[in-house]
């Protein structure tokens, strides 16, 4: 079973960076699609990229292309999420997924059979 546990999470000034991680444990990922959603109250939980687990292409949302980066470190059994240039309307619960049953192609939360509990990130104007 794949458990997943995101860490990273809080509180950052408007145009400020942070470091999302989520660390893979329980079953090692091999050829899979992984994936960053997040949440902001009130609202659908929404995609903001993927990318294969092993590096190569990877999908970004509008909203954060240009902003946000997907990379990993396999050794590690670690994927990260570098989010730059935040914004107050990047607040939200930011979860990761792994196993896209759709390839890249897999941008819906209910394409994922994997989740982390999710971690807060707040963006103060």
């Known amino acids: 079973q794949v458990q997943l546990v995101e860490s990273g999470g809080g509180v950052v000034q408007f145009g400020g960076s942070l470091r999302l991680s989520c660390t893979v444990s329980g079953s090692t990922l091999s050829h899979t699609v992984v994936a960053w959603f997040r949440q902001a109250p009130g609202q659908d939980r929404e995609f903001v990229g993927n990318?294969?687990?092993?590096?190569?292409?990877?999908n970004y949302a509008e909203s954060v292309k240009g902003r946000f980066i997907i990379s990993g470190d396999f050794a590690k059994q670690t994927m990260y999420l570098q989010m730059n240039s935040l914004k107050p309307e990047d607040t939200a619960v930011y979860y990761c997924?792994?196993?896209?049953?759709?390839?890249?192609?897999?941008?819906?939360?209910?394409?994922?059979?994997?989740w982390g509990q999710g971690t807060q990130v707040t963006v103060s104007s």
């Open positions: 990318s294969m687990w092993r590096g190569g292409s990877a």
């Open positions: 997924a792994a196993e896209g049953n759709y390839g890249l192609w897999s941008r819906q939360p209910d394409h994922y059979n994997y």
